[in-house]
């Protein structure tokens, strides 16, 4: 059974930080792409972060040098270090495992956790 559960997210003032934690049925966890998206209200959802099996990463410009994904293969988790976070970073914050950078090639979503900056 596929599963994917987010956690870490909350409020926090600009500058701060969080923690997102993405726990995956261990078949799921076996896929070649794991990423973080998010969607702000009224915008289209966008990857953030991702990486693969082989340990390639990608990041979105607007992230590069404030987040970083890794990976703990013994407790089927991936992560997503938030520092120096800004207001414009507030949005619902997806997991997804997939077969590509896209959205298109994400086969399994998470149910999102909100992420709140304050200013």
């Known amino acids: 059974q596929v599963q994917l559960v987010e956690s870490g997210g909350g409020l926090v003032q600009a500058g701060g930080s969080l923690r997102l934690s993405c726990v995956a049925s261990p078949s799921t966890f076996s896929a070649n792409f794991m990423t973080w998206y998010r969607q702000a209200p009224g915008k289209e959802r966008e990857l953030v972060a991702g990486?693969?099996?082989?340990?390639?990463?990608t990041y979105v410009d607007s992230v590069k040098g404030r987040f970083t994904i890794s990976s703990d293969n013994a407790k089927n988790t991936v992560y997503l270090q938030m520092n120096s976070l800004k207001p414009e970073d507030t949005a619902v914050y997806y997991c997804?495992?997939?077969?590509?950078?896209?959205?298109?090639?994400?086969?399994?979503w998470g149910q999102g956790t909100q992420v709140t900056v304050s200013s």
């Open positions: 997804a495992v997939g077969r590509g950078w896209t959205v298109q090639s994400v086969d399994y």
């Open positions: 990486i693969t099996r082989w340990s390639g990463k």
